[in-house]
């Protein structure tokens, strides 16, 4: 069994200019495998709605859901650090309830740390969770939760109100006991800014090269969909044209009767 990483050594990372890695994983396969190529955090994000389930926006994702593909990555991981989202619904009603639910996602699942989108407003949830031992992780910039208050998912804070409040909102989650902040697609002057103001870890996502750590959702940097072209996802690998082309030739070898073979039968 390998030691699982803990929010010290993530924050330890920081402090050496070692670089943190981060990907999203919802499924046994994916997080076993990446676990086992080193990746530093894994974050079961509310992507699960849009990746997993097929939906356009991360607002349908339930607790439930969330708690049942956590609980499957850290069962299948034993060095990453494991970050849990908290979804939509589940800590905006009230301070008292988003308690409730992290303490749930934690007991249930036995994740590392939780991550909530927001600056300001969410400071006194952060609060309750540092005081309940629950690590937490910010997001700023792109909060795709709040989706139907801004219309779109363009590029965030590029104006200097904008950008201001961002840099605030950064300084207030810190001071309010956060283990790191994604920050997503915001311009990298910015992150840049963010980074070397606050002590505590800044991931980016669209956010450029001068944040302490990159994170990337898994489906995106592997190429499953062929309708996602972001401009800061780079895609290592091609894996829709060879699940499309393996599933292709399965077909046609089996209405052939190529397959099986008499080596693949006994
Ligand atoms: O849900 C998610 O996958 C995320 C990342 C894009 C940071 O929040």
Same mark, same amino acid.
């Given at each position: 069994m390998g030691k699982r990483k803990t929010v010290k050594d993530i924050y330890k990372m920081k402090k050496q200019k070692n670089k943190i890695t981060m990907l999203t994983a919802y499924d046994y396969q994916f997080a076993k495998i990446m676990d086992k190529a080193g990746i530093d955090v894994i974050l079961v994000g509310d992507s699960l709605s849009m990746v997993f389930q097929g939906n356009t926006t991360t607002i349908p994702v339930t607790v439930e859901q969330m708690i049942y593909h956590t609980k499957i990555v850290v069962d299948s991981t034993e060095k990453a650090f494991i970050i849990a989202d908290m979804p939509f619904g589940s800590y905006q009603v009230s301070v008292e309830k988003g308690v409730e639910n992290a303490v749930n996602i934690m007991k249930e699942t036995g994740c590392n740390a939780v991550k909530i989108e927001g600056g300001q407003r969410v400071i006194p949830l952060v609060e309750q969770l540092i005081l309940?031992?629950?690590?937490?992780?910010?997001?700023l910039g792109l909060t795709p939760q709040s989706i139907n208050k801004f =219309? @779109?998912?363009r590029l965030r804070a590029r104006k200097e109100g904008e950008a201001y409040k961002l840099i605030?909102?950064?300084v207030l989650l810190e001071k309010a006991g956060v283990s790191g902040i994604i920050l997503e697609k915001i311009p990298s002057d910015l992150a840049k800014e963010v980074t070397e103001k606050i002590k505590v870890p800044t991931i980016g996502i669209g956010? =450029? @090269?001068e944040c302490d750590g990159q994170v990337l959702v898994i489906t995106d940097l592997l190429g499953i969909d062929e309708d996602v072209n972001f401009k800061f996802v780079r895609k290592y690998a091609?894996?829709?044209?060879i699940i499309s082309k393996s599933v292709t030739d399965y077909i046609s070898d089996v209405k052939e009767s190529k397959f099986p073979s008499e080596e693949e039968s006994y």
């Open positions: 309940a031992g629950i690590p937490v992780f910010g997001h =219309g @779109s998912y605030n909102d950064a956010a =450029g @090269s091609d894996l829709n044209t």
